[in-house]
């Protein structure tokens, strides 16, 4: 079945260490997101992509770098620069592209629960 | 910035009773979804709406452009609707990302 998956489902970090979370998706969509969330607030955008090779900070970008070499990926890494890692993470994607001035839904993983030891 | 409100934060309920979550934002909108997240966190998609009224089942989804307000309602509502609805707006075209309120957790009792 087509969807988007997120590894791993729960993550440790030391202070000072840099982690990478997984997305990948087969719905052939262009357009990836990663979200932030914390309880009690809403999702933020941290970083997303409308197509290969490219891709443009969210509203909390700080701290964050992702890369987009392929279609179907989009890992985020975690910075020792983020003070304040601890959130569950979220990735989406969707059909929506810089070719098009239109709205499509998105569709989510499962997520990503990265604490700090 | 868009502003998105929603509420109530909180709603209990009794099996088969009616639900409306509210939500409004304070900049005009290209699109606005409505989004399910469940207890493990994952999130699936309700709707996407601009204009008027969606149904999907018991669900339907209404948005009123000019007061910049949309609801979600449940009818007949049952346990397994107990989840965190979630409204999200985007404000213009393109693929840039969504801008989400904090979520409505709605426990539905038998």
């Known amino acids: 079945d087509g969807g988007i998956t997120q590894s791993p489902k729960y993550l440790f970090r030391k202070e000072g260490q840099n982690v990478t979370l997984s997305c990948e998706q087969n719905l052939n969509h262009d357009a990836m997101y990663w979200y932030r969330q914390d309880p009690g607030q809403g999702l933020r955008l941290i970083y997303y992509?409308?197509?290969?090779?490219?891709?443009q900070k969210g509203d909390i970008a700080e701290g964050y770098s992702v890369s987009r070499e392929k279609k179907e990926s989009f890992p985020l890494t975690v910075t020792s620069a983020q003070k304040n890692p601890t959130a569950f993470y979220l990735c989406?994607?969707?059909?929506?592209?810089?070719?098009?001035?239109?709205?499509?839904?998105?569709?989510f993983g499962d997520g990503t629960r990265l604490s700090i030891l | 910035k868009n502003e998105v409100e929603q509420s109530p934060q909180n709603l209990t309920a009794q099996e088969g009773e009616f639900i409306t979550i509210n939500c409004s934002y304070s900049?005009?909108?290209?699109?606005l979804h409505w989004l399910q997240q469940h207890p493990g966190g994952g999130i699936v998609s309700l709707f996407m709406?601009?204009?008027g009224k969606k149904k999907h089942g018991r669900l339907i989804a209404t948005i009123n452009i000019q007061e910049k307000h949309s609801s979600l309602h449940i009818t007949a509502s049952h346990p397994r609707d107990s989840a965190v609805y979630i409204c999200a707006v985007r404000s213009g075209g393109g693929a840039d990302g969504l801008t989400f309120g904090k979520g409505t957790h709605l426990i539905i009792q038998p």
């Open positions: 989406a994607s969707s059909t929506d592209g810089p070719a098009l001035n239109m709205n499509q839904p998105q569709h």
């Open positions: 709406l601009s204009s």
């Open positions: 992509s409308q197509i290969v090779n490219d891709f």
């Open positions: 900049v005009g909108i290209s699109a």
